[in-house]
């Protein structure tokens, strides 16, 4: 982590109610259930990165990374926590399954659990640290979220600048461990596929439950948003490749502006 940056842990709570019974993203139901289906897989996502870096805190000896390490998961927390709570409103106001949609995040956890050394789950988090951040600075950037609801702007904000701020913890903590280039690099390809089918199952399932599935409307934005020029997966493809090179660091992309330009919010 660059000289002089810190982690804050901040306890903020969000009742977004009313604003996610409706298209709350460009009162586009594509981009909007792709957002909502990103925030189905935080809870047990959060809590997998956890007690992935949590495992090898009495190992580090560098105690600035340990207090890196005990903020991190604070951030973390508060992030799994709003983002449960967001499922839940979610679910209520449009009648999904919260079960169905967090289970799928939910049962790839026990699985990379199962499957994999806690060595290979702290790879595992570090590559998703990786795509988290990308996805932070774009948010934070602005043209993801460019007609949205204020009070989804904050959350949505909020974890963006936290993602960035803490985006070398769980790096670092590997690196510190003898980490392997070939286990990180393997298991952010593996993370890759799994999470976008997932992802794309949330997305769909919301779409066919609004009866918006299979508008030409529908298919179109999800085009654009996804693979035109400026979509996001274009978008990202750059900063997602720089994470195969033998000596990356998550701060080779110094983006502190964005976090010195950015507002925590007070309440939401």
């Not at 399954?97 to 967090?102: D, L, N, V």
Request: net charge positive.
């Amino acid at each position: 982590m660059p000289e002089g940056m810190t982690l804050e842990v901040r306890n903020i709570e969000f009742d977004l109610n009313k604003q996610l019974s409706k298209d709350w993203l460009d009162n586009d139901p594509f981009k909007t259930a792709f957002f909502n289906a990103l925030s189905m897989s935080f809870p047990a996502g959060e809590r997998f990165f956890i007690d992935s870096v949590r495992h090898f805190r009495d190992k580090v000896k560098d105690p600035k990374l340990k207090q890196e390490i005990s903020r991190f998961i604070g951030q973390e927390a508060m992030h799994s926590r709003e983002h449960k709570k967001y499922n839940q409103m979610l679910c209520e106001a449009r009648g999904y399954s919260q079960r169905t949609m967090e289970g799928r995040t939910e049962a790839a956890v026990r699985l990379g659990e199962k499957k994999l050394s806690r060595e290979g789950q702290l790879a595992m988090t570090c590559g998703v640290e990786h795509l988290t951040a990308i996805l932070a600075d774009k948010i934070l950037k602005g043209w993801m979220l460019s007609n949205v609801e204020p009070k989804i702007r904050s959350l949505w904000e909020w974890h963006a600048a936290e993602e960035l701020e803490h985006k070398s913890v769980a790096f670092d903590v590997y690196m510190d461990i003898g980490g392997n280039y070939k286990a990180r690099k393997r298991t952010l390809r593996i993370f890759t596929v799994n999470f976008l089918l997932d992802l794309l199952a949330n997305t769909t399932y919301m779409l066919r439950k609004d009866k918006k599935l299979w508008k030409w409307s529908t298919l179109k934005s999800g085009l654009n948003f996804l693979f035109a020029k400026g979509g996001v997966l274009r978008e990202m493809r750059s900063d997602y490749l720089m994470y195969f090179d033998s000596g990356f660091h998550p701060w080779d992309d110094d983006n502190r502006d964005l976090l010195e330009r950015w507002q925590p919010p007070e309440t939401a």
